[in-house]
């Protein structure tokens, strides 16, 4: 990479990270691209230079995050199905992030459709792996023979209110990590 290569991967990777704080402080609708470049100290040109809108610096963000989870519950699934395990390190990396993905949860069905059906499919890959590791389940008579998609609606479902709601859950701290053993709990009962 030449010097203005590296410049430019630099300048993307301080838009990510600025933009990524300013939509866990204001949320996604209110923060503008205005206010990002300003944080970042760079020209509102030079945003638009890295991303098309603000809408594509979005779904970048987030593709990095479920990126880091697809990847993260691939490689246990691949030494395994153990469904226990997948939603305890699901919840886990869910609360590394948690500022953002409660501002996704709350705004989620306020962005316009083409963003949200970005978003949902993004989030379908990860829920494929809940999906298989459910049938998996259901095939070795491990799990009871139960409609797997409700099963999946619920569960995500549950996590989706818990996150939206996180403010009337919890004044201080995470609200993943003070339902999770309920959440695994409620939902092994479930299938089992």
Do not use: C, W
Request: charged letters at 30%; glycine letters at 2%.
């Amino acid at each position: 990479m030449n010097k203005r290569q590296i410049q430019k991967k630099k300048t993307r990777e301080l838009i990510l990270q600025v933009a990524k704080k300013e939509f866990i402080k204001k949320g996604f609708l209110d923060t503008t691209t205005s206010e990002i470049s300003k944080k970042a100290e760079i020209a509102h040109g030079t945003l638009f230079l890295h991303f098309k809108n603000k809408e594509t610096l979005i779904i970048e963000i987030l593709d990095k995050e479920l990126e880091s989870i697809n990847t993260n519950i691939f490689k246990l699934i691949s030494k395994d199905y153990n469904l226990e395990r997948l939603l305890s390190q699901y919840l886990n990396l869910l609360q590394k992030e948690e500022d953002l993905f409660v501002v996704l949860a709350r705004e989620l069905p306020f962005y316009s459709d083409k963003l949200r059906r970005k978003i949902l499919f993004r989030d379908s890959i990860i829920r494929n792996h809940f999906h298989k590791a459910i049938e998996s389940g259901i095939k070795e008579k491990r799990y009871r023979d139960i409609d797997v998609t409700s099963a999946i609606i619920f569960l995500f479902g549950t996590i989706n209110y818990y996150l939206s709601l996180k403010p009337i859950f919890v004044k201080e701290g995470s609200v993943i990590k003070k339902f999770k053993s309920s959440i695994i709990k409620t939902f092994k009962k479930l299938i089992l």
